[in-house]
């Protein structure tokens, strides 16, 4: 199984330091990130004023990576570099230095780029979609399949669950478009993202999808509800880690993950096939996605202020969006409450993709 470590990986300091004038070329140029990473690619670009690439091979130690660099040329000099931390999401970022004085550089581009999380707004975005259309697929797959055991119902919304599976197909190749958009589109960044703790957990989700189309037809529904329960695992490990607790990020993600796709699939079959006993048990659903979030929250977040960072907006986004679904509960609106359901699942996408405050 992969393994989980701590949160996207930031760069915490660099040799040369951004912005630095230097009076001769250094030997090399290093990287100091908050975690363990592997390279994307080539990892570190260093263009030189005439636009050529002249760090060399990277080598890496631990959280710290460092590449050769040779050149005759003085001015101004643009880093890129680009890595997956140990929980597979993707970091990227640029830096400029200067030997003797500043100058052009046709790559300075890429100093003003837009910044979202540890990724661009593109990639993050598609981070979110590829993260919801998982989600949602989960949901139909295995919520609507538990609903069934649990209200003792013959299966009555088939279609639903062949949906979900489609979905869970469909998300690990758009996954894979989400990680590549957020690093960079080439031969050598493709490699390294199969390759790495990402590449294998996005085959295994394929492997899950796929052995769930073979068994939906059964008339069993326990090895498609087995199914469900190994994805849950699966998003765990490629959760945000708590520190100090090794495996908690883990267990209480899949928690979480489960009970989201409980009720969201529930609400789906309950429209699909009412049953009166289904309010208790979305009841009980709810209490386990709610502490199980909590949890998350208190150990994602170090102090009140980080409310004000990305993924402290996100959360109070997805915690208003829950509270209209418990009214549209309330006052049975079950169709609003599905479609706000849908929304959260966004809002908890969102999250999934941003770097936690600590």
Do not use: C
Request: charged content about 10%; glycine content about 10%; cysteine-free.
């Amino acid at each position: 199984m992969p393994q989980v470590a701590l949160a996207h990986a930031q760069l915490l300091q660099s040799d040369p330091a951004p912005n630095a004038i230097l009076g001769a070329a250094p030997s090399d140029v290093t990287l100091i990130f908050t975690e363990q990473v592997t390279p994307a690619g080539a990892g570190i670009k260093v263009f030189s004023p005439s636009g050529r690439q002249v760090a060399g091979p990277v080598a890496t130690r631990g959280s710290v990576l460092s590449a050769s660099f040779k050149t005759g040329e003085t001015g101004t000099f643009v880093v890129s570099w680009q890595v997956l931390a140990s929980d597979t999401h993707p970091s990227r970022g640029a830096f400029a230095f200067s030997i003797a004085h500043t100058s052009a550089n046709p790559y300075t581009t890429l100093l003003s780029s837009g910044q979202a999380g540890t990724t661009t707004p593109a990639g993050l975005a598609l981070q979110t979609i590829a993260r919801w259309v998982h989600f949602i697929g989960f949901a139909l797959a295995f919520g609507v399949v538990a609903y069934e055991v649990v209200m003792s119902r013959k299966q009555r919304a088939r279609w639903l669950v062949g949906a979900g599976i489609v979905l869970l197909i469909t998300a690990e190749p758009l996954g894979l478009f989400a990680q590549l958009a957020s690093l960079s589109f080439d031969g050598d960044t493709a490699i390294a993202v199969l390759g790495s703790e990402f590449g294998r957990l996005l085959g295994l989700r394929l492997a899950a999808a796929l052995s769930l189309w073979a068994v939906w037809t059964l008339d069993s529904p326990w090895p498609i509800l087995g199914i469900g329960a190994l994805v849950a695992i699966l998003d765990g490990a490629s959760a945000h880690a708590i520190q100090g607790l090794a495996g908690a990020g883990l267990v209480l993600t899949s928690v979480h993950v489960a009970a989201m796709g409980l009720w969201v699939g529930g609400v789906a079959a309950f429209l699909a096939a009412p049953d009166r006993r289904f309010p208790r048990f979305a009841a009980g659903i709810f209490a386990l996605a709610a502490v199980s979030g909590a949890l998350l929250a208190l150990a994602h977040f170090g102090s009140l202020g980080a409310i004000g960072s990305d993924y402290g907006v996100a959360l109070m986004v997805k915690l208003v969006v829950i509270g209209a679904v418990l009214g549209a509960a309330l006052v049975r609106r079950h169709r609003v409450e599905l479609s706000l359901l849908a929304a959260a699942v966004g809002a908890a996408a969102l999250l999934a993709s941003l770097p936690p405050p600590r």
